[in-house]
């Protein structure tokens, strides 16, 4: 999901950079909130920007690494501190904040001066999750297919339709030391090779993992993330007239961005050599 917002937010931080009296100097820095929290997860996915002026060469909007932030849920405040590195980003590092479906929260960015906020309810997790197969098959060497009529040759992932929402579906490998289906990394050996995969949202109710959708043997786990709306609003609106400088959407007030809520149900499979 990240390589996504990396695009909107530049757009965000650009346009943001705008004003009447000169398109290329910023009228005022903005900060930009890029802010997603799951159910059952650490909070992690935190980041806070500023914005650049619409003529710059820089490819990153800047890190804001010494901004107060904080989470809300029912009248509690929880304080985050910055990640390591220039990065942006902030986590939480109790214990105590559990996000559950149906939690109301509410971010709180306070940095020279101004307070930036946003509002976002936790969604139920996708229903009625099911798989076809716990078991993916994979020809050898790595690059044959098969029978693609063989149900092993791929896993169907199905569940509940909901015309209203979008899914998306996350697999990823969970071995320590997991063993490559083919050397397709290049240089580097196994550190190039990807053990994560993020689908694009989706309003569909089913999904196909297929040999080019996994890097390695083993367990894997496979996520099925239900989309909030403001985030299934914005992502729908990322494909503007480049002719229309128009802001994306976003719910943050005194600022830009997103701040989200995801809930997913998972299930794992193991792929295995033929």
Not at 4 to 9: A, D, E, P, R
Not at 70 to 94: I, K
Request: hydrophobic share 35%; proline share 7%.
């Amino acid at each position: 999901m990240k390589q996504l917002f990396i695009l909107l937010f530049a757009t965000f931080a650009v346009i943001a950079g705008c004003s009447q009296d000169s398109p290329l100097e910023p009228s005022t820095d903005q900060i930009v909130v890029r802010g997603y929290i799951y159910a059952g997860e650490p909070i992690n996915d935190i980041q806070i920007t500023s914005t650049l002026p619409l003529g710059s060469e820089e490819t990153q909007a800047p890190p804001v690494n010494d901004a107060g932030v904080s989470l809300v849920r029912n009248g509690t405040g929880y304080a985050l501190v910055p990640s390591a590195g220039d990065s942006g980003y902030y986590h939480y590092e109790g214990d105590d904040l559990k996000v559950e479906p149906g939690d109301a929260f509410e971010i709180r960015v306070e940095h020279n001066g101004s307070v930036t906020t946003g509002k976002t309810q936790v969604p139920a997790p996708p229903e009625d999750v099911t798989a076809s197969s716990d078991k993916l098959i994979i020809s050898t060497p790595g690059f044959g297919f098969g029978n693609q009529q063989d149900s092993t040759r791929f896993i169907i992932i199905h569940w509940k339709e909901d015309a209203s929402s979008l899914f998306y579906v996350v697999v990823e490998n969970m071995e320590e030391n997991p063993e490559p289906i083919s050397r397709f990394g290049g240089p580097g050996g196994n550190d190039k090779i990807r053990r994560r995969f993020v689908f694009p949202p989706t309003n569909n109710n089913e999904f196909r993992i297929q040999r080019f959708n996994v890097s390695y043997y083993g367990e894997h786990i496979a996520k099925v993330y239900r989309v909030n709306q403001e985030y299934a609003d914005l992502y729908q609106s990322r494909n503007q007239d480049s002719r229309d400088l128009n802001e994306p959407l976003t719910n943050i007030e005194n600022g830009l961005g997103i701040f989200s809520a995801f809930a997913s149900t998972s299930f794992k499979f193991t792929v295995v050599a033929e």
